[in-house]
């Protein structure tokens, strides 16, 4: 079961700082995804980080913005947004995958609700 947070509203150029808490004594071994949907588009893939942490990745377009990190310990990834934009507004879902590397929505298994985040340009 994962669960996501820290949604919420921010101006344009601020930050914010995603949590998922995820319950299960495998979560290392668990790649770990961060997905955006806004209205009337496609759940697209913005970062995602292997098991180890050794591996990430990130979509071009917020690359150098958000950093995506995990506390194995604490069963949690993170997901640190910086500079938002307006067009980061969307609603964002944590989610997991066992095995290979994979950016792409179905071939991650596991998925948390999603939390809500709005930029004020």
């Known amino acids: 079961q994962l669960q996501a947070s820290g949604g919420g509203l921010v101006q344009a150029g601020g930050s914010l700082r995603l949590s998922c808490a995820a319950s299960g004594r495998t979560f290392s071994s668990y790649i770990m995804g961060w997905f955006r949907q806004a209205p009337g588009k496609e759940r697209e893939f913005v970062s995602a980080m292997s098991g180890s942490g050794r591996l990430t990745g990130h979509a071009p377009s917020v690359k150098g913005r958000f950093t995506i990190s995990r506390d194995n310990a604490k069963n949690t990834v993170y997901l640190q947004m910086n500079s938002l934009k307006p067009e980061d507004m969307a609603v964002y879902y944590c989610?997991?995958?066992?095995?290979?590397?994979?950016?792409?929505?179905?071939?991650?298994?596991?998925w948390g609700q999603g939390t809500q985040v709005t930029v004020s340009s």
């Open positions: 989610a997991a995958k066992e095995g290979s590397w994979a950016t792409t929505p179905s071939s991650y298994a596991y």
